[in-house]
């Protein structure tokens, strides 16, 4: 990328499990260089492949994540209710193929049980505090979340409170959330 293109960011997306329920929520601001192009995207979705329910959140370039989240479909379609055998199946693909290899993205995905974060280093993470957070403001919506784990809010409550935290500290985070659980 040249250093003149300011390149596409803003995204936060926070994934938290607590008391038997797992949600993701994310921001809705995307913006290149210091404007905002959007407050209102949608980058937290419900896929039902093979009739199980998974959440995905996604942090990166919007066209590499929908890549990735097709790419992951069809993982979850050939190995149903399996979804940390499709996560890995589809970071292997990420580290070998090279076109997948240029696709700046990263995932949280959920079937409600387990939480994984997916990159494009081949690494499929499962978060050691039940809390996991990327993208832009994705360390300070981290921060809030793990700090609140002990609280007794449940999973969303959670989630929203961290990520309005890190929309007050983030330039690159609004408060337009979008909010799935399972």
Known sequence: MSEEFPG???TTIIGVRKGGQVVIAGDGQVSLGQTVIKGTAKKVR????GGYD???GFAGSTADAFTLLERLEAKLEATPGQLQRAAVELAKDWRTDKYLQKLEA???V???TELYVVTGAGDVLEPEHDVTAIGSGGNYALAAGRAL???DLDAE???RKAMAIAADICV???GNLTVEAL
């Open 8 to 10: 596409w960011h803003g």
């Open 149 to 151: 784990m002990d609280s």
């Open 110 to 112: 959920t079937d409600g």
């Open 106 to 108: 990263m995932l949280i």
């Open 46 to 49: 419900k896929l039902s492949p």
């Open 172 to 174: 690159f985070t609004n």
């Open 54 to 56: 998974i959440i995905a």
């Open 157 to 159: 409550a959670i989630a």
